[in-house]
């Protein structure tokens, strides 16, 4: 299990394979970047979404895990990422700077009316009002 610390110092233990379902964490893993506690602090996230993030890779990791079907998990991903315009954008710009490409890219497409991907992040740009790193 690994300790995530959100930025309003909330603590989530997750199991492994659902935290390195983000690139950044599984670096800072690697790395040993995790306090003397183990826990791995994520100032860039605050736990109300950070509790959205770990489900999205919960489920993930479960569908994977149990060889799931593929329609059930878009029907799942699609309710949801049925939230509010905030919302959405935070998790948008905490699945880019934790680096979830799972999360990223279905949060980002649906909205953009199925717009395909060369096209979609300057619409992102009008619509959200910021701009993937």
Avoid at 10 to 22: G, K, L, P, R, Y
Avoid at 78 to 86: C, I, M, N, P, R
Avoid at 110 to 122: H, I, K
Wanted: contains cysteine; proline residues 3%.
């Amino acid at each position: 299990m690994l300790k995530l610390k959100s930025q309003d110092n909330q603590i989530f233990e997750v199991e492994e394979a659902v935290a390195m379902q983000s690139t950044v964490i599984k670096g800072m893993v690697e790395d040993g970047c995790g306090d003397t506690d183990g826990v791995v602090s994520l100032p860039m996230v605050n736990g109300e979404i950070l509790t959205r993030i770990i489900e999205w890779c919960k489920k993930h990791v479960n569908i994977v895990e149990k060889g799931g079907e593929k329609e059930e998990l878009k029907n799942w991903e699609l309710s949801f990422l049925d939230v509010d315009k905030d919302t959405l954008s935070q998790l948008i710009l905490a699945a880019n700077k934790l680096k979830i490409k799972t999360l990223l890219y279905r949060a980002w497409m649906p909205r953009l009316d199925g717009d395909d991907l060369p096209t979609a992040p300057s619409r992102g740009r009008n619509c959200f009002g910021f701009k993937l790193i």
